[in-house]
């Protein structure tokens, strides 16, 4: 086997290590939230280090996720699925499995919702999106988050704002620029804009596309994560 041929196995050999690290941190995060859960602050001295490294468990879990799911859409291997959703519904179960870790925090969740609001999306990759932008809210906000959907001139809109110090300008213009302009040279590397805009790239409906947004002020204050779908 001659040196290219074994830069053209690389990436795969990379996918499938990840893929392994992604199943193994699985397995540790389950554990995590079971002990958490069993695990409370009263009766457990550890409980603010089981939380710290719930969150951090849970991230470096999205993260792995994510960059699978990049590497599958580049190499043409993903398919999106667009099911028809109910948004409410779906919002309260991507609540529910963050609830734990915004509890811990005093966090508390606000959502604004039509209840007869249904749309076409990806239901496993939108949750992946909000759920890594309620990842962050952990660490971001200070005690309060409002989760919204409404319809807005053909598109389907979910925001997640905050009551923290908003988002800092390299995000800002990560979120602003083409999938495939995105850089990763500023001191964070924006992977989860990043995936948001590409998964949200992916929507497409009667020549539209959908897209994300990032700002600051909005209800609470502080930063406003906006994904729109077609």
Same mark, same amino acid.
């Given at each position: ?77 993903? &398919?999106?699925?667009?099911? /028809? !959703? ?5 919002? *309260?179960?991507?609540? $529910? ?59 389907? &809109?979910?925001?997640?704002? /905050? !009551? ?5 300008? *390299?995000?800002?213009? $990560? ?56």
């Amino acid at each position: 086997m001659n040196t290219s041929d074994r830069k053209g196995d690389f990436p795969e050999i990379l996918a499938s290590i990840v893929h392994d690290m992604k199943n193994s941190l699985g397995m540790i995060l389950t554990a995590v939230d079971e002990t958490v859960s069993d695990c409370g602050p009263r009766n457990c001295p550890s409980s603010r280090h089981l939380s710290q490294m719930q969150y951090e468990t849970k991230r470096l879990n999205n993260n792995l996720v994510q960059l699978l799911t990049l590497y599958k859409m580049d190499r043409a291997q993903y &398919v999106p699925t667009i099911t /028809d !959703n109910p948004v409410c519904e779906f919002i *309260e179960e991507t609540i $529910i499995q963050n609830k734990p870790l915004l509890d811990y925090r005093g966090i508390d969740v606000a959502t604004d919702c039509p209840e007869e609001l249904y749309w076409f999306f990806d239901r496993n990759l939108i949750a992946g999106v909000i759920n890594n932008i309620l990842n962050n809210a952990y660490r971001y906000a200070n005690n309060m988050l409002r989760i919204c959907a409404r319809e807005e001139n053909g598109y389907l &809109v979910i925001s997640v704002e /905050d !009551n923290g110090a908003g988002y800092p300008e *390299e995000m800002m213009t $990560i979120a602003g620029q083409e999938a495939g302009e995105t850089s990763f040279s500023t001191g964070s590397t924006g992977l989860g804009i990043y995936f948001a805009s590409i998964v949200a790239g992916l929507h497409k409906n009667r020549g539209k596309s959908g897209r994300i947004e990032l700002k600051n002020g909005c209800s609470l204050g502080g930063g406003c994560f906006s994904v729109y779908l077609p």
